[in-house]
């Protein structure tokens, strides 16, 4: 094998590496000034202009943050816990189409680490086990608070996988493959978030939830938790936790602009491959800022009731947006008829308006005191 093939499987996986770590950074400066200008605040403006370098400030002092382990943990699965919930957040990444490919010293560099033909099997295994370093996390600490934190993680991640495969499952039955370059390329008519826009939104809704963001942040939910699964990391240990979670809002949010949002497609990109790049993670910095927006507005769901919205709400309307999707396609297929398949979008949005209809009546009940 030509040694210059590992050695462009070594850079592209460091550049994706860095690229990630760096937007970790700089997501959480985002984050902040995002939320500052919703709530009328100011938000990071002291180090660097505009408070560019705040995030570098913030890593420093992390680092040099003294690190206390209690004495009663169990210590090496203390200590390996944040890096299990570290690891799956950067290897999520490497099947992810970034663009098609240029020509770089009269050699074709693909703009991806891997395209491997069941890319979306392999995202649905990796982001399942990702939960096991919070649940170790709260085990290993000993500590009641902690243990309830990694429960409810575990229990959250069941709950919401269920739909979040099968909004996995339309995009497959849409692209008619397991292999996200598939899936890409064949969205260049019209994206799969116009046909399935429900399947989108359940699979939006279905990764905050499986990222433990608000309103779904219940496994840390500080003012019944203290600070849940990680009350008793400091340091850099807790630095690797919240290194976890921004990656993975990135690399979810990538995901889902390769699923439903076209991916790297856009104006050029056949004539100018690099604009690939450009067009993913500008609709990932949308995608954040959707993520932003509902964290700043979005009141922390009640944790039974989230169980109930997941299992009770989700899991069907999931269950029928897919069954919806792979009639219309099939039926669109056998009779020739282009009305069956965009009947899709319109019967989905139909069955997303009964489901909300069921959670007005069940709000209404219970606030008059119906049970």
């Given at each position: 094998?030509?040694?210059?093939?590992?050695?462009?499987?070594?850079?592209?996986?460091?550049?994706l590496c860095l690229i990630l770590l760096t937007g970790f950074?700089?997501?959480?400066?985002?984050?902040?000034?995002?939320?500052?200008?919703?709530?009328?605040?100011?938000?990071?403006?002291?180090?660097?202009?505009?408070?560019?370098?705040?995030?570098?400030?913030?890593?420093?002092?992390?680092?040099?943050?003294?690190?206390?382990?209690?004495?009663?943990?169990?210590?090496?699965?203390?200590?390996?816990?944040?890096?299990?919930?570290?690891?799956?957040?950067?290897?999520?990444?490497?099947?992810?189409?970034?663009?098609?490919?240029?020509?770089?010293?009269?050699?074709?560099?693909?703009?991806?680490?891997?395209?491997?033909?069941?890319?979306?099997?392999?995202?649905?295994?990796?982001?399942?086990?990702?939960?096991?370093?919070?649940?170790?996390?709260?085990?290993?600490?000993?500590?009641?608070?902690?243990?309830?934190?990694?429960?409810?993680?575990?229990?959250?991640?069941?709950?919401?996988?269920?739909?979040?495969?099968?909004?996995?499952?339309?995009?497959?039955?849409?692209?008619?493959?397991?292999?996200?370059?598939?899936?890409?390329?064949?969205?260049?008519?019209?994206?799969?978030?116009?046909?399935?826009?429900?399947?989108?939104?359940?699979?939006?809704?279905?990764?905050?939830?499986?990222?433990?963001?608000?309103?779904?942040?219940?496994?840390?939910?500080?003012?019944?938790?203290?600070?849940?699964?990680?009350?008793?990391?400091?340091?850099?240990?807790?630095?690797?936790?919240?290194?976890?979670?921004?990656?993975?809002?990135?690399?979810?949010?990538?995901?889902?602009?390769?699923?439903?949002?076209?991916?790297?497609?856009?104006?050029?990109?056949?004539?100018?491959?690099?604009?690939?790049?450009v067009y993913l993670f500008g609709k990932v910095i949308l995608?954040?800022?959707?993520?932003?927006?509902?964290?700043?507005?979005?009141?922390?769901?009640?944790?039974?009731?989230?169980?109930?919205?997941?299992?009770?709400?989700?899991?069907?309307?999931?269950?029928?947006?897919?069954?919806?999707?792979?009639?219309?396609?099939l039926l669109a297929q056998e009779f020739n008829n282009q009305?069956?398949?965009?009947?899709?979008?319109?019967?989905?949005?139909?069955?997303?308006?009964?489901?909300?209809?069921?959670?007005?009546?069940?709000?209404?009940?219970?606030?008059?005191?119906?049970?």
């Amino acid at each position: 094998m030509d040694w210059t093939i590992w050695l462009e499987w070594v850079l592209k996986g460091f550049i994706l590496c860095l690229i990630l770590l760096t937007g970790f950074a700089y997501l959480t400066w985002y984050e902040r000034r995002a939320l500052a200008r919703m709530q009328v605040r100011v938000g990071p403006n002291r180090a660097g202009p505009q408070g560019l370098l705040q995030p570098i400030a913030d890593a420093v002092k992390l680092i040099f943050k003294e690190e206390l382990t209690p004495g009663r943990v169990y210590k090496v699965v203390f200590v390996l816990a944040p890096v299990f919930t570290v690891v799956p957040s950067l290897i999520l990444a490497a099947v992810i189409p970034l663009g098609t490919s240029f020509n770089l010293f009269g050699r074709e560099i693909l703009l991806h680490i891997s395209n491997i033909n069941v890319g979306v099997l392999y995202i649905m295994s990796i982001a399942s086990i990702a939960v096991y370093g919070i649940v170790l996390a709260g085990w290993s600490s000993n500590n009641k608070y902690a243990m309830l934190g990694g429960i409810r993680a575990s229990a959250q991640m069941i709950s919401y996988e269920l739909a979040l495969g099968f909004c996995f499952a339309i995009a497959i039955v849409m692209g008619n493959s397991m292999n996200l370059l598939d899936i890409v390329n064949a969205q260049k008519g019209i994206w799969f978030v116009v046909i399935q826009p429900v399947g989108a939104l359940i699979f939006w809704i279905a990764t905050l939830a499986e990222v433990n963001r608000a309103p779904f942040d219940m496994p840390e939910a500080e003012q019944e938790l203290t600070a849940g699964f990680h009350s008793e990391y400091s340091g850099m240990k807790f630095a690797l936790f919240f290194m976890a979670e921004y990656q993975k809002m990135i690399v979810i949010c990538m995901i889902m602009a390769t699923l439903f949002f076209g991916g790297y497609l856009g104006p050029g990109v056949d004539k100018f491959p690099l604009l690939g790049p450009v067009y993913l993670f500008g609709k990932v910095i949308l995608l954040l800022f959707a993520m932003i927006w509902v964290r700043a507005t979005w009141p922390r769901i009640r944790y039974d009731r989230l169980m109930a919205f997941g299992w009770k709400i989700l899991l069907p309307l999931s269950l029928v947006v897919a069954f919806i999707t792979a009639a219309g396609i099939l039926l669109a297929q056998e009779f020739n008829n282009q009305l069956y398949f965009w009947s899709i979008p319109v019967l989905s949005i139909i069955s997303a308006m009964v489901a909300v209809m069921f959670i007005y009546r069940d709000l209404r009940r219970k606030s008059h005191g119906r049970f």
